[in-house]
């Protein structure tokens, strides 16, 4: 199993564009979420499914999109970068009845200018 | 609204040593508590996790305490290593997806 997958591990954008986070895991996993990681925050729920077609949002949600149309794939979009979106961003997932027992990706470093 | 402090920030002892690494946590009203650590340019990995009904967890050399009416969580880690070095994050599950993290300390372990 290669477990929870992220694409790209590094990316730069300018201010206003856009692009796509891709996450992918091959566990069946029902629930899946992105955190973004920010120095003296801690991890900070953005999105998450609970299933294929069910998707809620986290405590920050603004300025981000998911859907979720496979149990297997859950894509973030940023829809026009901002420079306070410059952040390390994981894909987590896991079964929906333990949901504490999460796999984290390795992470996407996002560095908006 | 959970806060989850985790001091000190970063933290250095030789090999060998025993130590332990705070986690403090404003709600006492937590579903469990959960310990990760993470590596550089890697994801999180989980540790221990305590349910809200139990006092400690073990696995290993690790062992983690909770004492929800003080909020308070330690992870002992014994006669450290090199390969101990890494961030630990400690995460208080309020709920299905009320998972609050906290900011890690940042173990280096010198040989």
């Known amino acids: 199993n290669a477990g929870v997958t992220q694409t790209p591990k590094f990316q730069v954008l300018k201010t206003g564009q856009s692009m796509t986070l891709q996450c992918a895991q091959d566990?069946?996993?029902?629930?899946m979420s992105w955190y973004r990681q920010d120095p003296g925050m801690g991890l900070r729920l953005i999105h998450y499914?609970?299933?294929?077609?069910?998707?809620d949002q986290g405590e920050v949600p603004n300025g981000y999109n998911v859907s979720r149309s496979t149990t297997e794939d859950f894509p973030l979009r940023l829809l026009s970068a901002a420079p306070s979106q410059t952040s390390v961003y994981f894909c987590?997932?896991?079964?929906?009845?333990?949901?504490?027992?999460?796999?984290f990706g390795p992470g996407t470093r996002l560095t908006v200018t | 609204k959970q806060e989850v402090t985790q001091i000190p920030a970063a933290l250095s002892v030789p090999e060998g040593e025993n130590l332990v690494l705070n986690c403090s946590f404003t709600?006492?009203?937590?579903?469990?508590l959960q310990w990760f650590r993470q590596d550089p340019g890697k994801g999180l990995t989980s540790l221990l996790l305590?349910?809200?009904?139990?006092r400690e967890q073990t696995s290993g050399r690790l062992n983690a305490s909770l004492d929800k009416s003080s909020g308070r969580s330690t992870l002992y880690i014994a006669a450290s290593q090199p390969g101990d070095s890494a961030t630990y994050l400690c995460?208080?599950?309020?709920?299905?997806?009320?998972?609050?993290f906290g900011t890690g300390t940042k173990l280096q372990v010198i040989p």
């Open positions: 987590a997932s896991s079964y929906s009845d333990r949901p504490y027992e999460q796999y």
């Open positions: 995460a208080v599950g309020g709920g299905y997806q009320k998972v609050t």
């Open positions: 499914s609970v299933g294929a077609g069910i998707t």
């Open positions: 709600d006492s009203a937590i579903y469990n």
């Open positions: 305590i349910q809200s009904s139990q």
């Open positions: 566990m069946n996993h029902e629930y």
